[in-house]
């Protein structure tokens, strides 16, 4: 049993140093059903949930930076680990806005521990893809604007050119007045 104990408690350790988030929830009043959606819309991004003694998970943060997450360790709670930083704040208070059985409580993130505030603001971030998206998005920007630059240079330059040929094809042709009068001449001329 002891062997057991500490087996579990080695567990624990070893998910909270190898995962990018580690999110402490209380689901006191949540149906099998619901916790069966949790579970489900988890695993679709990559974060499992666990349920673990309280007792247990304290042993484990015991004398480490992590040690502050003891207070929180109250009640019946789950423990959400995920590669990604944000995907579990945001999967799970996405699910706390529709369920108010469930409560964020705390966290630790890339190694440093986050509390209900901060795990609220991470939620609001998009997951890893979307962040490199935004990243790219931010790269092209201003190579999009230099671009749209350049073309509307080219544009005016060619605009100006045709202008220019047009003047002088208008220079190089005789005066429209010019042409009349020698024509009246010419015709009165010859009356």
């Known amino acids: 049993m002891i062997r057991n104990k500490e087996a579990v408690v080695a567990e624990i350790q070893e998910k909270v140093n190898n995962s990018g988030s580690t999110v402490i929830v209380e689901y006191r009043g949540l149906s099998v059903g619901q916790m069966t959606t949790l579970r489900r819309d988890l695993r679709n991004e990559g974060v499992e949930l666990k349920v673990y003694k309280n007792s247990l998970f304290q042993r484990a943060v015991e004398g480490t930076d992590q040690e502050s997450l003891k207070a929180e360790l109250v009640g019946p709670n789950a423990v959400a680990f995920g590669e ?74 060619e605009e100006n050119e045709g202008a220019e040929a047009v003047e002088v094809a208008v220079e190089e042709t005789p005066a429209v007045e010019e042409t009349v009068e020698e024509t009246v001449v010419e015709a009165t001329e010859e009356a």
């Open 84 to 157: 990604d930083a944000v995907a579990p704040s945001r999967i799970l208070a996405n699910f706390a806005k529709k369920n108010k059985a469930l409560v964020l409580k705390a966290g630790i993130v890339d190694g440093n521990v986050v509390n209900q505030e901060e795990l609220l603001e991470l939620s609001t971030l998009p997951n890893h893809d979307g962040m490199i998206s935004m990243l790219l998005g931010m790269f092209q920007s201003p190579i999009r604007s230099f671009a749209y630059a350049v073309s509307q240079v080219a544009q005016q330059r």
